[in-house]
DNA sequence: AGTAGAACGAGAGCACCGCTCTCGTCGACC
DNA sequence: GGTCGACGAGAGCGGTGCTCTCGTTCTACT
């Protein structure tokens, strides 16, 4: 059981994580401040060293948070049930909007690391969620047999570990496929960043008639 | 004629911009502090807004730099007499290179914009140059006649000023392929930032060789 | 040639930041 | 019931961007 003592610290702990969430959509990352945090909470601010050691801890959290509900905006747009390309573009079409919903968390989590800031290891694996996704598609896409026959090249450029997430072990998916797997999901992000981040302005007539059009050419190249 | 209060004052504002340059080079643009230029140039703090009137006008100068730079070593990595292909590989690598060379000025022209600042006209202008390198590749294999045939759709997805810039009027050129355009453009962004920010550690084995090997994949798409 | 005025740099100061330390208090466990 | 740890408040440190004032110096016009 939990002691009253414990069920505090959890509750403001929420709290503040709530409280930085709120601060991050409004004024991003950078100008999010610790002292600030505190005022809204009535706290003083030496009382949130007590639950996040240090800002960049604060930013972690959100961070995570943030690989987290992506993940599930990911997954929740999926449909195992339905053909892989039409998946796909569910899945990129839910990822953008997501990032159209939440452009500061988007920036913090896709856009320039943080000064000095390293990513510890707690952020890798809640940013695995989103390509896992990706890599689902393109395994039962192999397993479906809707891919064309792999060449197996020597070289590998993918890692072992990524090559598991990225669709698994089967005949039609060798190196260079789930390189250009990695190729189209980077590619997603290029273009998402580059609208949120007003790369596109005055270039693009119709951002979203754009990014279907060439998420489409993305599934092309990917063979779904 | 200039006087030697004018040549006193260009002096001084070039040595702002190469400290600052500096301090963006090891510290980054988060941590790029007026005051530490303004140590490092023995001035007091205040003096410096004689010269820049604030922080984000100096950043904007150093993005308009960054841009330059960016640019120029994309053009001096075109060779014009070469085959599309190859001046598009040429172009891809040197973007990476100056991006792994200069990571922090990298970030900020491509990374999260910072908090509430807004890109001014100045900086677009010279963010073109580097899109333009890869316009020329396109528009001067249009005229060659490498580039299959357009298929010439209605809705247009690129504006008319960007239309002008990717390859100008030819038949062989479309708002499809200059879509396509756009999209390996950003796709080339996404890798480089992937790689950048750390997004590929763990799982690109190589990422000197599946950088090229995805630049490959990019001009395929494109038809080069 | 002399002067009005603009440009200049220094310095003090404002409000804010992340972070540390101390101190009184309150709750949990032996 | 007493001990000890967790807690929040408060003061304070060094840092930030930015503003205002003040004495000086150079420019340009009369």
Redesign the interface.
């Known amino acids: 059981m939990s002691t009253a003592r414990e069920r505090a610290r959890a509750a403001l702990t929420a709290e503040i994580l709530e409280s930085a969430r709120g601060q991050l959509a409004t ?5 999010l401040s610790l002292r600030a945090v505190a005022r809204d909470l009535g706290l003083a601010s030496s009382a949130l060293y007590r639950y996040f050691p240090s800002r960049d801890e604060l930013l972690t959290a959100l961070i995570i948070e943030g690989y987290d509900a992506l993940g599930a905006a990911a997954e929740s747009a999926d449909v195992p049930t339905a053909q892989p390309r039409t998946r796909w573009h569910a899945i990129c079409a839910a990822v953008r909007a997501w990032a159209l919903a939440h452009p500061h968390e988007y ?2 989590l ?7 800031y390293a ?1 510890p290891q707690d952020t ?1 694996a809640a ?1 695995g969620r989103v390509g896992a996704a990706l890599g689902r598609v393109l395994g039962d896409a192999a397993r479906a047999g809707v891919l064309p026959p792999a060449e197996h090249r020597r ?5 072992p ?2 090559a598991e997430v990225l669709g698994g072990e089967h005949p039609a998916l060798d190196d260079a496929v789930r ?2 797997a ?2 189209t999901w ?6 998402i ?2 609208e949120l ?10 951002p979203e ?2 990014f279907t ?2 998420v489409g ?2 599934a092309d ?1 990917l063979g779904l």
Do not use: I, K, M
């Open positions: 004024v991003g990352a950078a100008a920036a913090l896709y856009g320039s690391p943080v000064p000095g990513a890798v940013a070289t590998a450029l993918v890692t570990a990524a390189a250009r990695l190729l980077s590619s997603l992000y290029g273009l960043s580059f981040f007003g790369h596109f302005a005055g270039v693009v007539a119709d008639a754009f059009e060439q050419e993305l190249l």
